[in-house]
Structures are given as structure tokens and as C-alpha cells.
């Protein structure tokens, strides 16, 4: 059984920045390819970001190359999303996920998701 708790969303504005957190327990949690996806209101679950099990390779949504940034801690079983540079078109319930498979660019690529987190930027 997958557990996934998101945490840092909130409200920001236009140009700021957020950095979600996401706490796993899983073992081993290097086993599992981490990802964060989103979902606005009347669109689709998108994949944002996923990162490999060792960390080596990453994968972002044209939109965001350039202003997220994924990345993992084995140790601590934890997975990050650092979010520069944000727009009002970011804001979306924001979702970690894990699963198996590489490349992991659509939602259905993961298994296991968390509650969510709200992101929300103002213009």
C-alpha cells in the first residue's frame, strides 16, 4: 500500500514561487518512479513532472520546462516540486503520484496518487 501526503500549496501571486513536498510510505521508496500531476477545474489529470528511481532522469510538461523543478530524497522518502516564475494558468489541485513505469509523461503512467494540494496564483 502506496501513501502519499502532499504538503505547501497555497496562494500566490503571479511571478512567486512554491515548493510542494511529498511524503511516502513505501519501502523501498527507490523501487517506485515519482511524479507530481494536476488538475484544474473542467481539464483533465495531467502529468507536471516525474523523476526516475535514482533521480537521474526527469520528465516536465512543455508549460513548466524551465520554471519547476522536480526532485527526490531516497533517504528521507520524500519528493519535491520547486515552482518558479508561477502563472495564474498553474493554478490547479496539485497531486503526488508514484507507479512503475518510465517514461512517465500521462497520468495513467502512475498507480498511487495522494489527496492533493491546492495551488492558487493571482494575477
Known amino acids: 500500500q502506496v501513501q502519499l501526503v502532499e504538503s505547501g500549496g497555497g496562494l500566490v501571486q503571479a511571478g512567486g514561487s512554491l515548493r510542494l513536498s511529498c511524503a511516502a510510505s513505501?519501502?523501498?521508496?527507490?523501487?517506485?518512479?515519482m511524479g507530481w500531476l494536476r488538475q484544474a477545474p473542467g481539464k483533465e489529470r495531467e502529468s507536471v513532472a516525474a523523476i526516475t528511481w535514482g533521480g537521474r532522469e526527469t520528465y516536465y510538461v512543455d508549460s513548466v520546462q524551465g520554471r519547476f523543478t522536480i526532485s527526490r530524497d531516497n533517504a528521507k522518502k520524500t519528493v519535491y516540486l520547486q515552482m518558479n516564475s508561477l502563472k495564474p494558468e498553474d493554478t490547479a489541485v496539485y497531486y503526488c503520484?508514484?507507479?512503475?513505469?518510465?517514461?512517465?509523461?500521462?497520468?495513467?503512467?502512475?498507480?498511487?496518487w495522494g489527496q492533493g494540494t491546492q495551488v492558487t496564483v493571482s494575477p
Open positions: 503520484a508514484a507507479g512503475q513505469e518510465w517514461p512517465a509523461t500521462t497520468a495513467n503512467a502512475f498507480t498511487s
Open positions: 513505501v519501502s523501498p521508496f527507490s523501487a517506485y518512479v
